[in-house]
């Protein structure tokens, strides 16, 4: 069954199981409070005939009295008759007038088809004689139906209007509850079409759980339709990685056939040699970086941490770029302080870090530039800082969000540069590695004014025996004195 029948079916059962308990309850009760309410009548009446026939025995007046009783009857169509004796049981006034002056029925009344009820009549504490009113029982339970199928009539007719009015209210109800999941049906095989723009019209701007869920959808159509992008450029760019330093080596090795090894000069021979092995290596940084990511992924990757001198390392790679840093016509530097404390790294990954922080520093500047590697200690936290800064084109803030995700590249920056563009794998591997060491990473840049790529790794612990010993502190006349 559909959700709307379901829900139609569910929300207008419990609103008519509802209505009707409130109805039967108070409808109960509305019969009780007539049942006392005709009750009450009867004793009024009763109590009226009493008070009427004292002031009659008072002013001995029971022509008065025949009258009222008279009265009461043809007002009282349920009242079978009425009747006042006095204390020595003759009866003085009645509705029947034959019986007046007569001396009382002793006869016993069918209680089933009458009911009777007497009050004494009191002159002070003296009992001077009884009031007694007889009503047909039959037309006392006439009147009593009469008034409760009046009150049922009511009662049905105001149960049916708000049995209409609730159905509507819960078919519209349900109408709202269904149309925007329908809707989101559609948006989402639209979704699954490829299609990422989505059409939720005021949806997304319902305060409840489906203008929330809408969001949610608009937000995951936004982000795939991000990844699908991404995908598009990794295809691209792998293809590109791929293909051109195949075609080059292709090219290359074509050029040796066809001339052969003897048919070139030494120098041309030597050229296209070392054309083909840059090639290569670039071919498997390539395919090296897409095993690293995936392996860190799956945290296939174990750390072998031993103390590290990172200012030596920082050294050491900016020594391995020396040689393309002057081609590019860049300065560099390593700030390295004379006494630092070792990192607990491993050694091989660090300078892995480093190596894709310089070469982005080195593919992202141009000449005159500089790159610097900056090492500090930052004891209070019991880590090192190592940072790697640029004076080249600088990232926006909004991109400095992304650029440590996979695939993920500046699109302006990319056409900026010249020769391999890279994958966007590189600061991915960077940060997955320094936060496998228990460090960060992150960067501080402005467009146009150069960047700082900075992460932290722990300190080593240094054992009590090999830490250097303690400097004993000198007051000023024991400097004086040995100089
Ligand atoms: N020093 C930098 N200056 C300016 N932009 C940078 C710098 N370093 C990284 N970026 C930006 O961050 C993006 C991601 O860098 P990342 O190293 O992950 O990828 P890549 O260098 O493009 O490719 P790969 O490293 O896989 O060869 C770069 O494409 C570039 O847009
Ligand atoms: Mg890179």
Not at 115 to 128: A, D, N, P, T, Y
Not at 306 to 325: H, I, W, Y
Not at 399 to 409: A, T
Request: hydrophobic share 40%.
């Amino acid at each position: 069954m559909k959700l709307f029948p379901k829900l139609a079916l569910l929300v207008s059962g419990l609103l008519l199981a509802a209505i009707l308990y409130v109805s039967i309850s108070y409808y109960r009760g509305e019969a009780r409070e007539i049942q006392d309410q005709t009750q009450q009548e009867e004793r009024q009446a009763l109590q009226n005939l009493t008070h009427i026939a004292g002031e009659s025995f008072i002013t001995d007046d029971d022509l008065l009295l025949v009258q009222y009783i008279r009265l009461l009857v043809q007002q009282n169509p349920e009242m079978a008759s009425a009747s006042v004796v006095d204390i020595k049981g003759q009866i003085r006034a009645h509705s029947d007038i034959r019986r007046i002056g007569k001396k009382e029925d002793d006869a016993v009344p069918n209680a089933a088809s009458v009911l009777i009820l007497s009050e004494s009549i009191k002159f002070g504490r003296h009992m001077v004689g009884t009031a007694c009113v007889e009503f047909s029982q039959k037309k006392l339970n006439e009147k009593l139906q009469l008034r409760l199928a009046k009150m049922r009539r009511r009662f049905l007719s105001v149960t049916l209007i708000g049995l209409l009015m609730s159905l509507a209210a819960c078919f519209a109800i349900a109408l709202s509850w269904t149309r925007p999941i329908k809707r989101l049906a559609k948006v989402a095989e639209q979704v699954g079409q490829g299609k990422w723009s989505l059409d939720l019209g005021t949806m997304d701007r319902r305060g409840d759980e489906v203008g929330f869920l809408a969001q949610s959808f608009q937000s995951m159509a936004v982000r795939l339709g991000e990844l699908d992008r991404m995908k598009e450029d990794f295809v691209s760019s792998v293809t590109h990685e791929l293909q051109s330093p195949l075609s080059a080596i292709e090219s290359f090795l074509n050029l040796i056939d066809s001339k052969g090894e003897s048919g070139m000069r030494p120098d041309e021979l030597k050229d296209c040699h070392k054309r083909i092995r840059v090639n290569t290596q670039r071919l498997a940084r390539f395919v090296s970086d897409l095993l690293d990511v995936s392996a860190l992924e799956r945290g296939k990757v174990q750390l072998n941490c031993k103390p590290l001198d990172v200012g030596a390392l920082a050294q050491e790679v900016l020594s391995l770029f020396e040689f393309k840093l002057q081609e590019k016509g860049l300065s560099s530097h390593a700030e390295v302080p004379a006494s630092m404390s070792k990192a607990q790294a491993d050694i091989d990954k660090i300078r892995q870090v480093l190596i894709n922080l310089v070469s982005n520093a080195m593919k992202y500047t141009t000449a005159p530039g500089h790159i610097e590697i900056s090492v500090e200690d930052l004891p209070a936290k019991k880590k090192l800082r190592v940072c790697v800064t640029d004076t080249g084109i600088g990232i926006d803030a909004m991109d400095q969000l992304k650029i440590f995700s996979k695939f993920e590249q500046v699109q302006s920056a990319k056409l900026k540069v010249k020769g391999a563009k890279g994958t966007g794998l590189g600061l991915a591997i960077c940060r997955e590695l320094i936060e496998l060491h228990g460090g960060e990473i992150g960067v501080t840049s402005r467009w146009g004014h150069g960047s700082t790529f900075y992460f932290t790794l722990p300190a080593a612990e240094v054992p009590p025996a090999l830490a250097p010993p303690r400097q004993k502190e000198r007051f000023p006349w024991e400097t004086q004195l040995s100089t």
